[in-house]
């Protein structure tokens, strides 16, 4: 079966450096998504992505964060300079039209990332 | 903008209990609803959804969720509970209408006792 694949799974970086979260989204899917869980909270949405360009993002996505799809088959998750409050677990997630009746939202297994 | 509450943060049940997981969502229209299982290492699978019809819906590994709209409540159940199910449960909304992008609870854990 077809899945979203995730790498690294675990990831630590220092406080300021540059982390490039990596995922492979299914074949045919068409949107794709970010999410981050900070412990003990809800997941969150980030943003989503279609068509080469992000469709949708919330507040948490700010400057400090960008997405690219580099190569048609990566989802990429840049963070410029972690801050401590960045460490989470990060979703990735792709669907092959908008979520609804007939389509689901296929994720990855996460990547956690620690900030120290 | 449409909300997910998942009171328990954790749940323990002996094996062969019966399970029943809350989800309460606050959306003005009748959103679509999921429930997501992500056992140890793996990624969100998910268990079952609702759109419409019947408010009762099956799902894989035995689940079922009852949508009560009247309670705005989505609860996941099980009659009877196996080791294998201990996991973290995620409840998902999407506003049909809206922007179509699932917003998620905070999850509820839950440990199964031999």
């Known amino acids: 079966e077809p899945e979203v694949t995730q790498t690294p799974s675990h990831q630590v970086t220092q406080m300021g450096q540059e982390v490039i979260l990596r995922c492979v989204p299914i074949?045919?899917?068409?949107?794709f998504y970010w999410y981050r869980q900070i412990l003990g909270q809800k997941v969150e949405f980030l943003v989503s992505?279609?068509?080469?360009?992000?469709?949708?993002k919330s507040e948490i996505f700010d400057d400090q964060f960008s997405v690219e799809r580099p190569d048609g088959s990566n989802f990429t998750l840049k963070i410029r300079s972690t801050k401590l409050e960045d460490s989470a677990m990060y979703f990735c997630?792709?669907?092959?039209?908008?979520?609804?009746?007939?389509?689901?939202?296929?994720f990855g297994q996460g990547t956690r990332l620690t900030v120290v | 903008a449409q909300s997910v509450t998942q009171p328990d943060i954790h749940i323990t049940v002996s094996e062969g209990a019966s399970l029943e997981l809350r989800c309460n969502y606050s959306?003005?229209?009748?959103?679509?609803l999921f429930w997501y299982v992500q056992s140890p290492g793996q990624g969100l699978q998910l268990l079952l959804k609702?759109?419409?019809?019947?408010?009762l819906v099956q799902g894989i590994k035995g689940f079922e969720a009852e949508f009560k709209r009247s309670q705005s409540s989505f609860n996941l159940r099980k009659p009877s509970v196996h080791w294998s199910d201990a996991a973290e449960y995620f409840c998902?909304?999407?506003?049909?209408?809206?922007?179509?992008?699932?917003?998620f609870g905070r999850g509820t854990s839950l440990i199964v006792h031999p």
């Open positions: 609702y759109f419409s019809g019947d408010t």
């Open positions: 992505f279609y068509n080469n360009e992000i469709s949708e």
């Open positions: 998902a909304v999407v506003a049909s209408g809206g922007s179509y992008i699932p917003t």
């Open positions: 997630a792709s669907s092959e039209g908008l979520v609804g009746p007939n389509t689901e939202a296929f």
């Open positions: 959306y003005g229209a009748t959103p679509y």
């Open positions: 074949s045919n899917h068409l949107y």
